[in-house]
């Protein structure tokens, strides 16, 4: 890792930490040597149902992996459900995700979906290629885009409502169930965007970019809720928790900030960089560059890939350090598996490594106030008739 000369951590030296095992290593360039530029891998992915890992490992092509849950590992035997493919997207590969629906009878449609998982990958042109991932084939190309397509995800709610952003400066919605239409753009700030994410209720979109905020949409008619200020450079990514009272970002200032995204409130500041720099240095150059940031599925770990050459797994309710660390130099990507146990982070060389995860049984506390936000926004949980304690660890307060 990179030497900087600045504590990596608050408290702790980072040999005091307990580390991540490695679970697999996955280096599609083993035999091949290949040190050339391009074979950066620029985004990871699990799909929801465990079936399959996909990387972008360089010289345009995607890794799709079919996935043994059991034995926590990639499986070497094809079965006639989950092939192994590498698709060769033709482009550089900068974002991908994966999607599964129904499809609408309703409406004529050249493609159905149902029982098919498919895999969107977003390419420098600005075009991004639909994939059929049980036969490798490709489906659609989606054009509208004018740059690079640096981010992708499929709405939660399996209406194959594709959300896309790109360094042109616009987010844009699609539906693949009418044959990949483009049905909305949304123009944040006319600057290059990194990051967007769908809300785990599909009533809110979040974007990430160059202006140094983060925009809330709403899906409803698809107008700007607010801008979240508090960040110092550019910013990288973003995630929601699970129960969608959160947001985390990631920036260039060497900061995840977590949000209360309806208020527009900071709840906490997960460091990287000790002392952290002043809002005057914050905006410029240093090795502390925060490149992702992922939540788990149990909504109280987070992890994050920093140009300090660690991976940073953080338990939310316990210290200001992490919890555990991985040595991942030059690490670009992360994502954890949908029973958040594994987490995979990708890096500059291509390869993908699959790292264990700490996953605790939850309080019931915990699990009880999950429950609750995923029906109440922060605004409805004021109006009950509830003690004032209570209603603030409802509002994630304690974290």
């Not at 990631?250 to 002392?275: C, K, N, Q």
Request: with cysteine; proline share 4%; charged share 25%.
């Amino acid at each position: 890792m990179r030497q900087s000369g600045y504590p990596h951590f608050l408290f702790n030296q980072p040999n005091e930490f307990e580390h991540c095992e490695s679970v697999e290593c996955l280096d599609p360039h083993h035999n091949n040597n290949v040190t050339k530029h391009g074979i950066e891998c620029r985004s990871v992915t699990w799909a929801l149902d465990y079936s399959y890992i996909a990387w972008s490992s360089g010289n345009c092509t995607v890794q799709l992996i079919p996935w043994n849950r059991e034995q926590r590992k990639s499986c070497d035997e094809e079965d006639i459900c989950h092939s192994k493919h590498v698709l060769d997207c033709k482009e550089a590969v900068w974002s991908m995700a994966f999607g599964s629906g129904r499809s609408q009878n309703s409406r004529t449609s050249r493609f159905k979906f149902d029982q098919n998982m498919i895999l969107a990958t977003g390419l420098q042109s600005g075009r991004i290629k639909i994939w059929n991932c049980r036969t490798g084939l490709f489906l659609m190309v989606l054009f509208d885009h004018k740059d690079t397509i640096s981010s992708l995800h499929f709405a939660p709610d399996s209406s194959m409502s594709l959300l896309s952003a790109s360094h042109d400066g616009t987010l844009k919605l699609w539906d693949l169930n009418d044959d990949g239409n483009m049905f909305q753009t949304l123009r944040p700030q006319n600057k290059r965007l990194h990051g967007c994410r769908w809300s785990p209720n599909t009533k809110y979109i979040a974007s990430v970019g160059d202006f140094k905020s983060v925009v809330i949409w709403r899906t409803s008619d698809f107008k700007l809720l607010r801008k979240l200020q508090g960040h110092y450079n550019n910013v990288t990514s973003c995630d929601f928790s699970p129960d969608g009272a959160l947001l985390a970002t990631a920036s260039y200032d060497t900061r995840v900030i977590i949000w209360d995204f309806e208020t527009g409130e900071i709840l906490r500041e997960l460091g990287h960089m000790f002392p952290a720099p002043r809002p005057i240095y914050a905006g410029g150059a240093n090795e502390h560059y925060i490149r992702h940031v992922a939540f788990s599925c149990d909504g109280t770990h987070l992890a994050s890939v920093c140009d300090d050459g660690y991976t940073r797994v953080w338990n939310l309710q316990e210290s200001e350090d992490p919890e555990k660390v991985a040595v991942n130099d030059n690490a670009l990507c992360c994502s954890f598996s949908p029973d958040g146990t594994l987490l995979s982070v990708g890096n500059r060389q291509g390869v993908v490594e699959v790292l264990s995860s700490p996953r605790k049984i939850e309080r019931l506390q915990h699990l009880a106030r999950s429950t609750v936000r995923k029906h109440l926004p922060t605004i409805k949980i004021d109006h009950l008739h509830l003690p004032f304690r209570l209603k603030e660890y409802l509002k994630y307060k304690d974290i």
